[in-house]
């Protein structure tokens, strides 16, 4: 990596942290917007993942000028974060153009792709359009019947990655179903970590986006892959639900999608989540405050057995509002021998924001540095 692109990627970094508190700021501050939205781009996929119901092969791109109002439709319900996803996001030909307009609006642009049609290029146009995070999804070590999307097939995108990539990467593996090998998913991980990149894991679902229990070796070794996490404060150490699902466990939980979390398929309709389209399936273009009120305080039958991470870590802020000492107790223990770092942050916080005496202030100190209203 030359200095010049090492120089970027700090600069990028700082200032999308910065962004990110903002977004964690605003919503704790009201809670009448959503945090994270999904937009399908295409439904079509260059790839034919057997446990995948997210693709077909056929479907060409929703318009460019219909993306850009959804963006903007998005942008004025107040959402914090957007990703473009699919099928493969990055078959669709003005894709930079939407992630600039994401940027323009003032949201943070993410970006969930399979990886196969990255390039030196492709990179440096996600830079220049202010792609803030791109995730990519590796399944196993060598292809198989069953994912083509694999280490020994992606390294070298990997590698183009960490040379070149000014935005944060992050590389999740797959445990569970038809996925056999619980070590390709841990060498997955490692490859990410030492590429300079953050590592998570999922946990395959049924056609519902409900549970499938890992055995106790895949058990082990989601707990290795969650343990490589280098910062205390990393999204992946944010994984009770986790704990529960793979012993097959139900988690009591409130799930707010719909409302905190949008799902937005390439009919422009709002859904629940990929997993749950259907619900309540209002076009996006009508969505109004009244939607969002109504699903924030939905309980969604699906929640208990639920595996889908984007939904569960969205739903972290509403209970670090409503109950934080409960919720700043459960990072602590979720961080393992970086208890003691996230300790003292916790005691920090308590200390600024939970005591009635100096609350009012620092809180509204923390408004104005982040220009939250």
Request: proline share 4%; glycine share 4%; net charge positive.
């Amino acid at each position: 990596m030359s200095r010049v692109t090492m120089l970027q990627r700090r600069l990028h970094s700082a200032h999308r942290l910065w962004r990110q508190a903002r977004v964690v700021a605003r919503s704790l501050h009201a809670v009448r917007h959503p945090v994270l939205a999904q937009i399908v781009v295409t439904r079509r996929c260059n790839l034919s993942c057997a446990y995948c119901n997210e693709f077909d092969s056929h479907s060409v791109p929703v318009p460019t000028d219909e993306l850009i109002r959804r963006v903007d439709a998005l942008a004025a319900l107040g959402t914090g974060m957007v990703d473009l996803s699919g099928g493969e996001p990055l078959l669709h030909p003005a894709v930079d153009a939407i992630i600039a307009r994401i940027r323009t609006d003032d949201m943070l642009a993410g970006l969930l792709t399979n990886g196969y049609l990255l390039s030196r290029e492709r990179i440096d146009a996600l830079n220049r359009a202010g792609l803030d995070h791109l995730q990519i999804s590796i399944d196993n070590a060598r292809p198989d019947a069953v994912s083509k999307k694999s280490l020994s097939v992606l390294d070298a995108k990997l590698q183009l990655l960490a040379r070149h990539a000014t935005f944060a990467v992050n590389i999740n593996s797959v445990l569970g179903g038809a996925l056999q090998d619980p070590q390709a998913a841990l060498l997955v991980a490692k490859r990410a970590v030492e590429l300079g990149f953050s590592a998570t894991v999922g946990l395959i679902h049924d056609a519902h986006g409900a549970l499938i229990p890992l055995t106790p070796v895949q058990r082990a070794a989601c707990d290795e892959i969650i343990r490589l996490a280098r910062s205390p404060y990393s999204v992946s150490r944010q994984n009770r639900f986790q704990e529960n699902l793979a012993r097959g466990l139900p988690n009591a939980w409130h799930c707010r999608a719909g409302s905190r979390y949008l799902y937005v398929c390439e009919d422009g309709l709002v859904h629940w989540c990929s997993q749950q389209r259907g619900y309540p399936a209002i076009p996006l273009s009508a969505y109004s405050a009244t939607d969002l009120d109504r699903e924030f305080h939905t309980e969604k039958r699906c929640a208990p057995y639920c595996t889908v991470s984007c939904v569960h870590r969205v739903a972290l802020v509403d209970q670090l509002r409503e109950r934080p000492v409960e919720t700043m107790s459960g990072v602590v223990s979720s961080t393992g021998d970086s208890a003691a770092a996230v300790r003292y942050t916790v005691r920090l916080l308590r200390w600024m924001f939970m005591d009635s005496r100096r609350r009012a202030f620092f809180r509204h100190a923390a408004l104005r540095l982040l220009r939250v209203r």
